[in-house]
């Protein structure tokens, strides 16, 4: 019954800079940590960043620290992650997973397919001249 929808995604240019949202529908967003993930062909499903309920801890893969940046509006229900100086590794479909009632400053980047229950459709956001 949880729903999440991701928008945002696009064809960027090396350097450039996308902001991808997920918007959670049929549930109250404070319940859940929130989870951006990653998957490009013939590659597994990777995470790359989360945010817990509180919304005051976040983690991001080392390859997108300083880069990218994630924060949600929890009345507006949606998470967002803000990707700048994007590079052609960036390619992929980016996912946006929610897990219910986690425990306060915890969420994790690590085997998101194993900690994730519901997931969006993805978007595409390719990097690219």
């Known amino acids: 019954q949880v729903q999440l929808v991701e928008s945002g995604g696009g064809l960027v240019q090396p350097g450039g800079s996308l902001r991808l949202s997920c918007e959670l529908f049929g549930v109250s967003l404070d319940e859940y940590v929130i989870a951006w993930t990653r998957q490009s062909p013939g590659k597994e499903t990777e995470g790359v960043s989360c945010v817990d309920y509180t919304g005051r801890y976040t983690q991001y893969r080392d390859s997108v620290k300083g880069r990218f940046t994630i924060f949600r509006d929890n009345v507006k229900k949606v998470v967002y992650l803000q990707m700048n100086s994007l590079k052609p590794e960036d390619t992929a479909v980016y996912s946006c997973?929610?897990?219910?009632?986690?425990?306060?400053?915890?969420?994790?980047?690590?085997?998101?397919?194993?900690?994730?229950?519901?997931w969006g459709q993805g978007t595409q956001v390719t990097v690219s001249l």
């Open positions: 997973a929610a897990l219910r009632h986690p425990l306060p400053y915890r969420c994790t980047v690590e085997d998101p397919k194993g900690h994730y229950r519901y």
